[in-house]
């Protein structure tokens, strides 16, 4: 806007001076001429003038008109230097305000990159990891689980099936025992009985020694020893051939005293401290070492087994079974619909 008067000074001293450069014109010629027609001169000086001073206030016009129209054209350049300057304002702020979101699209490509090497990482990780879900898919452990309860199940029921000869059994066994328990006292009495009759044996074996005895003369020991002597006597007071045919039956009377006498001193040996240990109802009786150990050694461990498996098979029906059939079906459904979800998506 400064720029403005000095324009139209300059252009008003140009036409001044072009005025002043006319006057001196006309002068110089009208004193070339000289003074002979210096009213002619001075009136066609004056008329150059006037034309000059015309043509001047005409240049000058034409001049103020185009300092105008520089002028307006100045303002309007002005206006749109401005603008354009506001402009420019504008637009560098915009640039710089493209700049730093470039800046930060950029920074911003940058993590979207770091995130997508990531998650191209992980997918990658995710992907070795359903191959491993594949694999392990592969191996078949559905169709195990499901043989093996089958295979559990059909066992459990043949064991179950065996369950009531089991739980039979043990009760025969328990009312053989009760039996036999009860028969022990006879065991007892009957020793008992047969003790006291070998020992009245003894005693009547000692008799008949004793007695035969006073009828020899030596000094023989022994009541078969002694019972052969009193034969041997009988025999040589029988007349004529009675001995010899008393002989035999005398002879198997002494083998009898002599198998009795066997009997008496083997009997408790051979019998009574074999036997009678196990019917006196001590420490190693059979009511003590036997019938205790059948019960709570054999018989109730096998009746807690019937029972053990009963609750198995109620337990294994429960617990295992059927929650494992069922996850098995799920499991089946899963792969269905994986099957059908990779079809349709072309994975």
């Known amino acids: 806007m400064s720029t403005t008067p000095d324009f139209s000074r300059r252009v008003f001293v140009q036409a001044l001076g072009l005025g002043a450069a006319g006057l001196l014109v006309g002068g110089g010629a009208a004193w070339v001429k000289g003074r002979l027609d210096e009213e002619a001169a001075a009136q066609a000086a004056a008329q150059d003038l006037q034309a000059q001073l015309?043509?001047?206030?005409?240049a000058r016009a034409a001049l103020d008109g185009a300092l105008a129209d520089l002028q307006g054209q100045v303002t309007t350049l002005n206006t749109q230097l401005g603008a354009a300057q506001s402009q420019n304002a504008q637009l560098a702020s915009s640039l710089a305000t493209t700049r730093q979101e470039a800046d930060a699209l950029r920074a911003q490509l940058g993590e979207a990159q770091a995130r997508l090497?990531?998650?191209?990482?992980?997918?990658?990780?995710?992907?070795?990891?359903?191959?491993?879900?594949?694999?392990?898919?592969?191996?078949?452990?559905?169709?195990?689980?499901?043989?093996?309860?089958?295979?559990?199940?059909a066992g459990l029921t043949g064991a179950l099936?065996?369950?009531?000869?089991?739980?039979?059994?043990?009760?025969?066994?328990?009312?053989?025992?009760?039996?036999?328990?009860?028969?022990?006292?006879?065991?007892?009495?009957?020793?008992?009985?047969?003790?006291?009759?070998?020992?009245?044996?003894?005693?009547?074996?000692?008799?008949?020694?004793?007695?035969?005895?006073?009828?020899?003369?030596?000094?023989?020991?022994?009541?078969?020893?002694?019972?052969?002597?009193?034969?041997?006597l009988v025999l040589d007071y029988l007349p004529f051939d009675v001995g010899e045919k008393a002989r035999a039956t005398l002879d198997a009377a002494q083998a009898l005293v002599g198998q009795a006498d066997t009997l008496a001193r083997q009997a408790?040996?051979?019998?009574?401290?074999?036997?009678?240990?196990f019917v006196s109802g001590g420490p190693q009786s059979w009511q003590t070492q036997l019938l205790p150990p059948l019960r709570d050694g054999a018989l109730a461990p096998a009746e807690h087994l019937v029972s053990a498996l009963e609750s198995a098979q109620a337990t294994f029906a429960a617990s295992l079974q059927a929650p494992v059939q069922t996850a098995l079906e799920t499991r089946a459904a899963l792969r269905e619909q994986i099957a059908a979800y990779r079809a349709a998506h072309q994975l």
Do not use: H
């Open 117 to 153: 090497a990531v998650a191209e990482e992980r997918l990658g990780r995710y992907q070795g990891l359903a191959a491993l879900y594949e694999q392990l898919e592969g191996v078949g452990l559905d169709t195990l689980a499901r043989d093996g309860l089958q295979a559990a199940a």
């Open 268 to 277: 408790e040996a051979q019998m009574f401290a074999k036997m009678s240990r």
């Open 54 to 58: 015309a043509q001047a206030q005409t």
């Open 161 to 232: 099936g065996l369950v009531p000869l089991l739980r039979a059994g043990v009760q025969a066994a328990r009312d053989l025992l009760a039996g036999f328990e009860k028969a022990l006292p006879d065991f007892r009495d009957g020793l008992a009985w047969l003790g006291e009759q070998v020992i009245q044996l003894r005693l009547n074996l000692y008799a008949l020694e004793r007695t035969a005895q006073r009828l020899l003369t030596n000094a023989a020991a022994g009541s078969v020893a002694v019972f052969g002597g009193f034969i041997r």
